[in-house]
């Protein structure tokens, strides 16, 4: 039925002032490198690249919940792959991306598999997670088979998509991230969309009793969800690691980037689809917006850092669900809702202070 | 042999600071059940905050700690004011992210005020090495392992044997309960949580002239703090105590057979197994047993 | 038919529940009826695969399924509805019932279908796109037993249906609930409610501190001197000393 007519789902204001949106936002996407010198289309590679590290690890975090930070590990194993088995070995990049793929799904899958088996709660996922991460770091740190304390550097020759390579104009870098990018959204929203492991976990989330007592596999659903998750949140770690052509621990295996990837998918709006992807250009934007007042590099990234934490602090603090959610009730107040008006709902009274514990 | 005296000596007093550093956070976590992943941001608070002063001498040195202990007291209420306070009756999650967060705020802001790492201060003790039977232990060392010692029994004394204490513990037991006999719940919470990060900035205060600050230094002194406490268990302050010993001890004698990163890598992976087969910790009282573990897998954001 | 047979549950010392036995009929509905803490919540969850029994076993249709994961169960049939909802306040109406379709649907459309169907029929078309927690309490009571009946569910396990609804929409509820039964169901249902009770219960089982105190139609138990006793003539401090403590295993 969409094949005969896809404008039927355009059926209310919001998506129709969405699906413009997406339109133009693709077409300038498209376009945007012949606009700009080649520095800006780094600039874009960059921006795109934090889109697609948010969306990635929001089909963990956000739509299910997994607060976690073990996606550090994944975005490091998705460089070092390149890194050890192309630069080293000469073997072709896209193996090594594919590798680093299945390597980080199956770390992600064990790691949720482990966490539900033990019934560890939200917060000591984060602290885990977190410990897991750092433990790996330190493992890089030692290990010369992944470059110890001096990291690996680019060798090699070719260039071109086959290789995933680009020396000069970054352009390649920037249409083969769009790709991934555009290609993973639609994949992932079809999957939330169509399918019952994908409608399954806002349930997961929510509340994981009444999901399995609909049917839903709970356990096996969020080790999947985190295989996928962590799984392409690797190729964002090839993709750079190709870009700045050198990886090291202290590169690709720190908190930060853990910390951006959750921040940046709360500010745009966990479990929204496109709320990442709004909220990783929207920094690369802010980062070259201050660059262009002539701070130093170094601080660049220490005010953008605290940029981050300030909105987020602040998003939370106000109960806000970021960006996208408050996008679309400007839409809806602008446009309206497009649906017959239905009851008013109750107010529902809310219990000051009922509950101080932590899950 | 003396290299293991040694080396467990130095152990042995950098685990004091971790006990203290760790009970900061036990009362936060473990008692008002508060996530504080800035915990160890307020040690940078209080090693930052003495730096700045700049001290010249023990009785400045003294002063300076006190002001960066009330400094970082006043800023931890502040945050329990502000931004935490109206989580507290939706749970943990948001609480997770917001103080993950501030702890990068923290972080950034003091690599911006003070790019250059490692700094330090000069020994402010009037007294020089301390060494008995081959084992040479430095005048802030002793004096910082000393000192956070008395802070904790101090802070036992408080715990157990005042009415505040009674109050802070009775507000961990039932918060309902606490809310019917008239505490100011709210008030209580913003005092614990400004004590917690007050202990956790004199840490800081205490550890400047063993240990040179940088900014990135905060995370580490959090995971620290939070394996303290997770390894120390719900059951008294005095599992948090030991804890926080034991890891001085393990950091320092680990150090004879492994390098220093994958030392750190063990201690870390080490405690993601602790966490997965026992989130309650492992020095447990036995009193504290009774109660059955909720797990629980619900999870979300916010 | 939902057979269950000799079930015993404690928590930590505490008997919540013993030797309870019942059999709910395939087309009837079972009340079970009971003052405050008599262990039906729990029993529900043991029946659901939310708990796991210390003994006994509880057999569908002659197969065991004593103590099977919750997803299992309701894949097996067994499907329930939650007394709770609240926290459930973000998640999408439409969705909420089509998700519970997959048990029938082979895929997406006739998922799709049966939820449509479904909310039709109980008159929630119109909430489709709304989220449970910005509609009345009342219509997500009737998207939790449309979730629960769009599954087509051998067993029915209503947990306290009736609960904050004005008498017109337990009258809306009661109807749905005998068409329930029309279809085949053996429906169980935790009830506070009398006049639900009373207008649908083929079979009514008392149970008290953990144990069935008396069973038949509700003019049998209602004359039976323990059951007077059970809702009335215990004083309640000692009512008060059962407590269930796994009523909402969600939290924590």
């Known amino acids: 039925m969409t094949l005969r007519n896809p404008l039927r789902y355009l059926d209310t204001p919001l998506r129709r002032v969405n699906a413009v949106v997406v339109t133009v936002a693709l077409l300038f996407a498209l376009v945007y490198p012949y606009l700009v010198p080649p520095p800006m289309v780094g600039v874009g590679f960059v921006a795109l690249l934090y889109a697609l590290r948010n969306f990635t690890w929001n089909i963990a975090g956000g739509y299910v919940g997994q607060l976690s930070l073990s996606h550090i590990v994944a975005f490091g194993t998705g460089a070092f792959s390149v890194a050890v088995l192309t630069w080293r070995h000469e073997v072709n990049a896209w193996i090594a991306l594919v590798v680093g793929v299945l390597i980080s799904a199956v770390v992600g899958f064990l790691i949720s598999l482990l966490m539900s088996r033990f019934g560890v709660n939200a ?22 088979f992944l470059g110890d304390t001096n990291g690996i550097s680019y060798s090699g020759s070719e260039e071109g998509f086959a290789h995933l390579m680009w020396y000069i104009d970054p352009s390649g870098f920037y249409y083969t991230t769009l790709g991934f990018l555009v290609v993973i959204t639609i994949g992932i929203a079809a999957l939330m969309r169509f399918t019952h492991f994908g409608r399954s976990l806002p349930f997961i989330r929510e509340d994981p009793v009444i999901a399995a007592s609909m049917g839903i596999k709970v356990v096996r659903n969020q080790a999947l969800a985190m295989a996928l998750s962590m799984g392409l949140t690797s190729i964002a770690g090839t993709l750079i690691a190709q870009y700045v052509q050198i990886v090291s621990y ?51 990234s220490s005010y953008t850092q605290i940029a981050y934490a300030v909105v987020v602090i602040l998003l939370l603090r106000f109960g806000t669900g970021g960006i996208m959610p408050l996008w679309e009730a400007g839409v809806r107040r602008v446009f309206g809702t497009g649906r017959k008006p239905v009851a008013p709902a109750a107010a529902e009274p809310v219990g000051e202070l009922v509950d101080g514990r932590v899950g | 042999m003396s290299t293991v005296l040694q080396l467990a000596s130095t152990g042995l007093l950098q685990g004091l600071i971790y006990s203290l550093i760790g009970i900061g956070l036990y009362l936060v976590f473990t008692v008002m059940r508060v996530v504080n992943f800035a915990h160890g941001y307020f040690v940078l608070i209080g090693m930052y905050g003495v730096l700045s002063l700049e001290p010249k001498g023990f009785f400045p040195f003294l002063g300076a700690v006190v002001v960066a202990a009330l400094g970082g007291a006043l800023v931890g209420y502040l945050v329990q004011r502000l931004l ?8 943990g999650h948001s609480q997770l992210v917001i103080t993950l967060s501030l702890g990068i705020a923290i972080q950034y802001l003091f690599q911006v005020l003070h790019p250059e790492p490692f700094e330090t201060i000069p020994n402010p003790y009037p007294f020089e090495a301390f060494t008995s039977s081959g084992v040479t232990i430095s005048a802030p060392r002793m004096a ?11 802070v036992s004394f408080l715990v157990y044997r005042t009415r505040i204490g009674t109050i802070i513990r009775g507000c961990s037991e039932s918060l309902n309960g606490a809310i019917h006999v008239g505490i100011n719940v709210r008030r209580v919470y913003r005092l614990t949580f400004a004590l917690g990060c007050g202990l956790a900035a004199v840490a800081g205060g205490l550890l400047l002239p063993i240990q040179p600050v940088s900014p990135a230094l905060g995370l580490e002194l959090t995971i620290k703090a939070f394996i303290v406490v997770v390894i120390g268990g719900a059951g008294s302050l005095w599992g948090t105590v030991a804890a926080g010993v034991l890891l001085g001890l393990a950091e320092a004698l680990g150090s004879l057979y492994a390098p220093g990163t994958f030392a750190t890598a063990l201690v870390y992976g080490l405690f993601f197994l602790v966490i997965l087969v026992r989130p309650q910790g492992l020095v447990v009282r036995a009193a504290s047993r009774i109660k059955p573990a909720e797990t629980s897998t619900k999870v979300g954001v916010g | 038919m939902l057979t269950v047979a000799n079930v015993a549950k404690s928590f930590g010392g505490l008997h919540v529940l013993h030797d309870v036995n019942f059999t709910a009929e395939s087309a009837s509905i079972t009340a079970l009826i009971g003052p405050n803490g008599a262990g039906k919540s729990t029993l529900v969850n043991i029946i659901g695969g939310v708990l796991r029994p210390d003994g006994g076993t509880v057999h569908l249709d002659g197969e065991d399924v004593t103590g099977v994961p919750s997803a299992t169960a309701f894949a097996k049939g067994i499907t329930r509805t939650f007394q709770i909802s609240g926290n459930v306040g973000a998640l999408n109406v439409f969705e909420s019932v089509a998700v519970a379709a997959y048990r029938q649907a082979r895929g997406y459309r006739e998922a799709n279908a049966l ?13 489709r796109d709304q989220q449970l927690g910005s509609i009345p309490t009342a219509l997500t009571r009737l998207v939790d037993f449309a979730r629960a009946m769009v599954s087509r569910p051998k067993v029915l396990l209503l947990d306290e249906v009736m609960a904050g609804l004005t008498p017109h929409e337990v009258d809306l509820v009661i109807r749905q609930v005998g068409t329930c039964r029309e279809q085949g169901v053996a429906i169980v249902m935790i009830e506070h409610v009398m006049q639900a009770v009373e207008a649908l219960a083929d079979h009514v089982v008392v149970l008290n501190q953990g144990q069935v105190i008396a069973s038949g139609s509700l003019g049998d138990v209602s004359r039976n001197a323990e059951v007077v006793e059970a ?17 909402n295993p969600a939290k924590g």
């Open chain 2, 84 to 91: 935490l306070e109206s989580g507290l009756a939706k749970g």
């Open chain 3, 115 to 127: 939820a449509r169907a479904e909310l039709e029929r109980f008159e929630l078309w119109e909430y």
């Open chain 1, 123 to 144: 917060f000591f996922l984060a602290l885990g997670t977190l410990a897991l991460s750092l433990a790996a770091a330190g493992v890089a740190a030692s290990w010369t």
């Open chain 1, 250 to 300: 202290e590169s690709v295996l720190t908190v930060e980037i853990g910390v951006a990837m959750m921040v940046g998918s709360i500010i745009g709006g966990a479990g929204t689809l496109a709320g990442p992807i709004v909220a990783g250009i929207g920094i690369a934007v802010l980062e070259e917006f201050l660059r262009s007042f002539a701070v130093s590099s170094a601080n660049v």
């Open chain 2, 144 to 154: 910082a392992g000393v000192l956070s010692l008395v802070l904790v029994l101090a």
């Open chain 3, 231 to 247: 809702y009335l003539g215990t004083p309640p401090s000692e009512r008060d000393e059962v407590r269930v403590p796994a009523d």
